[in-house]
């Protein structure tokens, strides 16, 4: 019985059955020999070897400057990023750490003051989290229509982190009820500093050891860092040496003069940690170049107080916006992967994304954003952008809709 | 009926096991008895953070003329000769005096003109944050360098170009603290709080 299928192309079934059709393709197309078939190798592979390695033409990069490096977020298809993919941020470079001499000493306002070893903390009851970590200094826009999204906020990545909650071992020192607060330091060269406070952070926060299934990578706090779920990354203290209980902040140079957010009533706000829902287009994205007809617009939005409850494209500059797809599961505090189809006629348009978290936050525009926070903020920026599309095809990024 | 009691007896084992299955996943025991004890001096080698009330700060002290040569030394190739900034950021710059660099008054005071940088004296709230931060970090390639008596005169020469301390004052452990610094008055909590409103 013949099938539709295999006569849409006038192709024969019987063709496709014996094989001429592509021997036929092999000959006309390289002239080669018969035995050297295109359509699978002539001979066995690599045999298995002990690491793998990506498919030689794919070469995913971040994108580093002289203090970070940001994820090829359009490069990625889903929610976890390999770990060699991961953003970096780091006051003074990624130190070298032998697991076999880490420490961590939990001290202060406890009952017992302790040093953990790296297995100390290994033999703990272990938890996994996935969650996103975005740095707060997440936006950048410097190269103008030429700005990726790499670019524009690469500092966002996801991972799978396991580790031991930050509850069992206050528990294990006997944290005093009076120690509301608590300074993460860290064994980098700037022997960086951040003060948590206990009963906000004390759900979630873990110390990881571990992200997607193995060992934390150097850029990301081997052997062992803090981790809190939905606050700006830098709270989240790497290569962490040393928690110090106390009953108030310590005022670290990296939560007053960096890390704060001057607003526009003339007030500068501290302790600012979560991360505010935002969004962002991955594909169609500056450098791409799309064509008439049905295009899938893609990306991810997170939210550092919860889930994402639903994600809204607009393909005409902002003055109608449809419900995007989001990808199960939706996870709190996670990169969740949205997609929006979309039939292009070819004219110039802007596409735009905005994520709405379950508090019922919507990510705001930049007009909205401006004037709360004034001119001088350089923190926890998370307006909606978009991109604009050529009646070429070639897609840029929308800055005028960012500028001030 | 011989295997009645041996049936009997494995469904019970059964059962033992799944209560005892159930009670670990409710409760984790008071303590593990993991770690070691920190003692004083393993804290002591690590606990180098000084706090606003002056905790943590070392013997010793230091004044701006003493500390222009230390800066001259170890900090000006990068923050600039007077502090105004270079490859690495500006530290000293007063203006806008008793205003914050950002914010409706400050826009006023400005007018039309550029703005200015925030430094030690508008945005800085503590002074005992600059003993804290240079010892533990600065200068990058070689942090933790600097004597308690060079880290003292450096920030007495911060404070005093930032025109927050006079020349002659001597920055101590009993001093540094009762510094109040300008930008003292501009931090607020945060007050986001997720929501319909985009704060």
């Known amino acids: 019985m013949p099938n539709k299928r295999d006569t849409a192309d006038g192709l024969t079934r019987r063709a496709l059955l014996t094989g001429t059709l592509g021997a036929a393709v092999t000959l006309g197309a390289t002239g080669a020999p018969a035995q050297e078939r295109a359509d699978a190798a002539s001979g066995p592979g690599r045999p298995p070897n002990e690491l793998g390695t990506r498919a030689a033409a ?11 490096s940001r994820t090829p977020l359009q490069d ?6 390999p770990a060699d993919l991961h953003f970096e941020r780091h006051h003074s470079g990624v130190p070298v750490i032998d697991p076999q001499r880490y420490e961590l000493v939990v001290h202060g306002m406890v009952d017992r003051p302790t040093t953990f070893t790296l297995d100390d903390l290994k033999r703990f009851p272990a938890a996994s989290r996935i969650c996103f970590l975005e740095c707060s200094g997440n936006f950048g826009r410097q190269s103008g229509e030429r700005t990726t999204a790499q670019e524009l906020c690469g500092l966002t990545s996801q991972s799978e982190w396991t580790g031991v909650r930050l509850a069992t071992l206050f528990r294990e020192v006997g944290a005093r009820p009076q120690a509301g607060w608590c300074l993460a330091e860290g064994r980098d060269a700037a022997v960086m500093t951040r003060s948590i406070p206990v009963k906000e952070a004390i759900d979630e926060a873990m110390i990881a050891y571990a992200q997607n299934g193995e060992a934390l990578r150097p850029e ?4 062992a860092r803090l981790l809190l779920p939905g606050w700006e990354g830098n709270a989240s203290v790497k290569w962490l040496r040393r928690l110090e209980l106390a009953d108030r902040p310590f005022m670290t140079r990296e939560e007053t003069s960096k890390y704060t957010d001057p607003l526009a009533d003339g007030t500068a706000r501290q302790f600012s940690f979560v991360i505010d829902a935002r969004s962002v287009i991955t594909a169609p994205s500056y450098p791409h170049t799309v064509q008439q007809g049905w295009i899938e617009i893609r990306g991810i939005a997170w939210s550092g107080r919860g889930r994402i409850q639903r994600v809204e494209v607009s393909t005409d500059g902002g003055r109608s916006w449809a419900r995007a797809e ?32 379950d508090t019922g936050y919507v990510q705001p525009e930049w007009p909205v954003l401006q004037a709360v926070r004034g001119r001088r903020t350089r923190y926890h920026l998370n307006p909606v952008t978009g991109w604009k599309i050529g009646a070429d095809g070639r897609v840029l990024f929308g800055v005028e809709r960012v500028s001030a | 009926m011989t295997g009645g009691p041996r049936l009997c007896a494995s469904v019970a084992c059964g059962i033992t096991v799944a209560l005892a299955v159930v009670a670990a996943a409710q409760s984790q025991p008071e303590r593990f008895g993991i770690g070691r004890p920190a003692t004083p001096n393993a804290i002591a080698a690590l606990d180098i953070d000084v706090r606003p009330d002056g905790t943590g700060l070392p013997a010793g002290s230091g004044t701006a003329p003493g500390g222009a040569e230390v800066y001259a030394r170890r900090c000006a190739a990068c923050h600039g000769p007077k502090g105004e900034g270079g490859q690495a950021e500006p530290l000293v710059g007063p203006e806008p005096k008793g205003l914050a660099p950002f914010g409706p008054d400050y826009e006023k005071w400005r007018g039309g003109r550029p703005d200015v940088p925030f430094t030690i004296g ?15 970090a600065m200068p990058p390639a070689s942090p933790g360098t600097l004597t308690a008596d060079e880290t003292y005169s450096v920030v007495a020469w911060l404070l005093a170009q930032n025109g927050i301390i006079a020349e002659s004052d001597v920055v101590n452990a009993e001093t540094l603290p009762r510094v109040l610094m300008p930008a003292r008055a501009w931090f607020v ?11």
């Open chain 1, 76 to 81: 990625l298809h889903g929610t976890i990023t």
């Open chain 1, 220 to 223: 990301q706090g081997y052997p």
């Open chain 2, 189 to 199: 909590p945060d007050n986001r709080k997720g929501g319909r409103e985009a704060r």
């Open chain 2, 122 to 136: 508008n945005y800085w709230p503590f002074a005992t944050t600059l003993f804290d931060y240079i010892r533990r």
């Open chain 1, 326 to 357: 989001l990808q199960a599961p939706v996870l709190p505090k996670a990169h969740t992967a949205f997609r929006h189809l979309w039939r292009w006629d070819g004219r110039p348009s802007e596409i735009l994304s905005r994520a709405i978290d």
């Open chain 1, 58 to 68: 794919e070469r995913p990069k971040r994108l580093p400057s002289a203090i970070s």
